[in-house]
């Protein structure tokens, strides 16, 4: 039964190819969330098409993960020309794949780091913090959270790119006294779920005081819901940073195409659609500043964040105690 | 006796089904193992999350039974107002997407849900949903009314001339009809339920509360997605089939063949058993399905009318897509009951043992070489649907055909029926009640799932779960809300309509 479908699908492509081949396309292989009508995708296409020529197509795969993933099973004969959205938890594995090529774009970063790769470039950043309801006297650092009644409720590191920034976080800011803090922290947790969207509607559902989310998170209730409620804690620790970026692939058919969209990517074209569409931080700041509503954000004082290689080669005895220490 | 009953029956279709749920199941497996670079071995944390998969399975498919016997025992016994709603009813939390049921389950049993206020207002103790209990809890609301039609489909195949006979011989109906025909079903009920729950993830990890509630699915994901270890995903999915193995060998032991007797093929009347305890079994499941179900309705209807265009067209999407892959489950599920045996009993279990994350990534790696997955998307996911609902409709048709065979076998073959009259004027119209049901599972199960499409859609291939979850990634809830409160309508009217059509004079 499944033949006759396979068939007109491989019909229909054939005769689809001819009419796409007169334009050039690119292909940017990125996270779901991007290319959904409600991410940055369908505005970045529009802004792009205008100038290049051609026909920027989004090919969307789960969270950022799922994307290095996809790539990995695509291997050299992947049809992307770009990969956009991996974070610096992600780029040291990426780059042992040896499938992306450099850059070679100087930009003006306005990252709380500074930044030096060769093969990937930021395009977006943010704190990781926990949200919680205005109102409450909120904790100042993990050990105050841990020492409290508060409930949170946070991301797998296994399976959810947020989560697994948090493990780093605790991590980059207590060292070996990490599992430690976590055992501390195990009558907290409300529960862990796989993804962010599930955390963060168990938030909104009332089941903890706060969820593991972005410095960022209150910007959307405020701008898009007219809602201040939701604010982000400060931690005297420092804040985890994301750091999103792309790369160009190595083996794509159209380098130039690929090139200039990278430049493009760091102009203000891009980088005005992040903040109210992706709700980030852009990482060059665009001319007409941010949207009204980021200056009610917390600035935390300080910035943590490992080098790609560093984290890739904590996760796992990270993780181990995670694990160890909320099994308990 | 010169014809077996079941040699009118056409065999070949069967066999050709079982050979693509084969390629499907045990195939894809095989296309990531040949891929992988064999170097870990399992380690102490899978070991525990097999140890958590398998007994929180178990103690899931065992409430679900237990709990589902007192329920369709009174469904079968009592008629009143509404019953056909209520049973129409059990299918609805089947086909929920996990995470629209499980924001369902918290706003009742959560920390802020009505169970807690009332307990509250009661001045009684806060119960906690997370937790070991919590994730039973869900998989009994997913599977326990699914077990339920199963074993009220075999309490109202039994002829009431049994019924009747024994009434009036006063002779003990439960443990000569009754205990008989639990035997026959029960079994194949719990594994079906078990390997549901083996397969358990989000659901598993959501209200398990922690690390603690790993299951192996999970270390799949986390091998496929996180460490891109595909020896690692592909032994613990070979594990998964293990269990699978082992749990349908023990329930096909168990499994009793049922005492056949013709009937004059109508309906139960019955007049023996309590009503206070069928009264009471009834409310019960009643209110555990209501609620939750209540709350989603609830939270979604202010953003159902305010739903983007966008919307509209995934669900659309998803209607195609549904339709399609119950025709194509419907027919592969009739073949494989002609056919029966061995090879069908396995093909009608294996779609439940293979982990969708494998099955998706390694038909990802046999469909990539030659064409783009995403101009794939929706064909694909039709076919994959098609065969992860088999199970189910096997499960809703076979015992059916069986007893058709057994029933009418002798009629055909003494009229020297051909293959064709007896599939049209026979066993079809016997089965319409049965495939109606089926057709509805598979059609609503296609319309929740969220599995191959999203490894596979590209931009214009967006269905309403997707769009749905989407939603929530934009930090949309209250549109989200409303898209699952479409995607609850729109699953329960394919369901209803193919359920209610195959019940037409019928007095199930």
Not at chain 1, 19 to 27: G, W
Not at chain 1, 30 to 45: H, K
Not at chain 1, 120 to 131: I, S, T
Not at chain 1, 153 to 174: C, E, F, K
Request: hydrophobic letters at 55%; aromatic letters at 10%.
């Amino acid at each position: 039964m499944q033949k006759p479908i396979i068939l007109t699908a491989a019909a229909a492509f054939a005769m689809a190819t001819p009419a796409i081949a007169e334009t050039p396309v690119l292909t940017v292989l990125t996270y779901d969330s991007f290319t959904s009508e409600w991410g940055p995708g369908p505005a970045v296409e529009a802004a792009f098409e205008e100038t290049c020529g051609c026909d920027l197509q989004f090919v969307g795969a789960g969270d950022g993960a799922a994307l290095l993933a996809r790539l990995q099973l695509e291997g050299p004969s992947t049809e992307a020309d770009i990969v956009l959205g991996l974070d610096t938890n992600l780029t040291a594995a990426a780059r042992e794949t040896g499938l992306f090529a450099s850059h070679g774009i100087t930009a003006d970063l306005d990252l709380p780091v500074s930044w030096d790769d060769a093969e990937f470039l930021p395009f977006d950043w943010g704190y990781f913090a926990f949200v919680g309801n205005k109102g409450a006297e909120p904790p100042t650092s993990f050990r105050a959270l841990a020492d409290s009644d508060i409930k949170i409720v946070i991301q797998d590191p296994r399976s959810s790119t947020p989560g697994l920034g948090l493990l780093m976080w605790v991590q980059n800011a207590y060292g070996d006294e990490a599992p430690a803090i976590w055992a501390d922290l195990a009558d907290n947790i409300v529960t862990v779920t796989p993804g962010w969207t599930e955390a963060y509607g168990l938030f909104l559902e009332g089941e903890a005081d706060a969820v593991l989310s972005y410095t960022t998170s209150p910007a959307y209730h405020l701008i898009a819901e007219e809602d201040d409620s939701k604010v982000a804690w400060p931690f005297d620790e420092g804040h985890y940073l994301q750091v999103e970026v792309a790369g160009k692939v190595a083996g794509t058919d159209q380098p130039e195409l690929a090139d200039k969209f990278l430049a493009f990517m760091v102009s203000d074209a891009f980088q005005s659609i992040i903040p109210t569409t992706n709700w980030m931080y852009p990482a060059v700041t665009p001319q007409d500043g941010l949207p009204t509503g980021f200056e009610t954000l917390i600035t935390p004082a300080k910035s943590l964040l490992f080098s790609a290689d560093d984290a890739l080669a904590t996760r796992a005895t990270a993780l181990d105690a995670w694990r160890t220490a909320l099994s308990q | 006796m010169a014809h077996s009953p079941v040699a009118i029956n056409p065999r070949w279709p069967g066999g050709i089904v079982a050979g693509l749920v084969l390629a499907l199941t045990l195939g894809t497996l095989c296309a990531v193992a040949l891929r992988a670079e064999f170097q870990t071995v399992l380690g102490a944390a899978d070991w525990a999350a097999i140890r958590f998969t398998v007994s929180q399975a178990f103690v899931s498919a065992a409430m679900s039974c237990l709990l589902a016997i007192p329920v369709s025992r009174a469904l079968a016994r009592r008629q009143f107002k509404g019953r056909g709603a209520l049973i129409t009813l059990l299918g609805a939390p089947f086909l929920l997407p996990v995470i629209v049921a499980v924001l369902g389950l918290v706003m009742v049993f959560g920390r802020n849900g009505i169970f807690n206020d009332v307990l509250g207002f009661l001045g009684m103790p806060e119960i906690s949903i997370y937790g070991f209990h919590g994730v039973v809890l869900a998989h009994v609301f997913f599977n326990m009314p699914l077990v339920t039609r199963l074993i009220l489909q075999g309490w109202l195949a039994v002829p009431s001339e049994r019924f009747r006979l024994a009434a009036s011989l006063n002779a003990p109906i439960g443990r000569l009809i009754e205990w008989p025909m639990l035997r026959n079903i029960l079994p194949s009920a719990f594994l079906v339920v078990f390997l549901i729950c083996l397969m358990s993830f989000a659901v598993a990890l959501t209200l398990g509360g922690g690390p603690k509630a790993t299951t192996v699915e999970l270390a799949i994901y986390q091998a496929l997605r996180f460490d891109f270890d595909l020896g690692r995903a592909a032994l613990l999915a070979l594990v998964q089939f293990g269990i699978c193995a082992v749990a349908a060998t023990i329930a096909w032991g168990i499994t009793s063949p049922e005492v056949s007797g013709a009937g004059f093929d109508r309906a139960v009347q019955r007049w023996d058993g309590g009503v206070k305890r069928d009264v009471l079994a009834i409310s019960l499941a009643a209110l555990f399905l209501i609620l939750p179900l209540g709350m989603i309705v609830l939270r979604g209807s202010s953003a159902l009318l305010s739903l983007q265009p966008d919307i509209w067209q995934a669900a659309l999407r998803s209607v195609i897509v549904a339709l399609c892959s119950s025709a194509l489950c419907t027919v592969m599920a009739l073949a494989l009951a002609l056919r029966a045996g061995r090879l069908v009993a396995v093909a009608g279990v294996l779609p439940l043992a293979a982990s969708s994350l494998v099955l998706g990534t390694g038909l990802f790696l046999i469909v990539y070489p030659y064409i783009s997955p995403a101009k794939l998307a929706l064909p694909m996911t039709m076919l994959v649907n098609a065969v992860l609902a088999l199970p189910f409709v096997l499960r809703a048709i076979a015992p059916a055909v069986t007893k058709i065979e057994s029933d009418f076998g002798r009629l055909g073959a003494s009229l020297a029926m051909s293959k064709g009259t007896w599939l049209w004027r026979i066993v079809l119209p016997r089965l319409r009640g049965p495939i109606g049901f089926g057709a509805g599972i598979a059609a609503a199960l296609s319309m929740g799932d969220l599995g191959v499409i999203a490894l596979f859609a590209g931009d214009a291939q967006e269905t309403l779960p997707l769009a749905m979850y989407r939603l929530m990634g934009a930090y949309k809830m209250e549109a989200a809300s409303g898209a699952a409160l479409l995607l609850l309508i729109m699953s329960f009217t394919l369901f209803w309509i193919c359920d209610r059509g195959g019940r037409v004079n019928a007095d199930l």
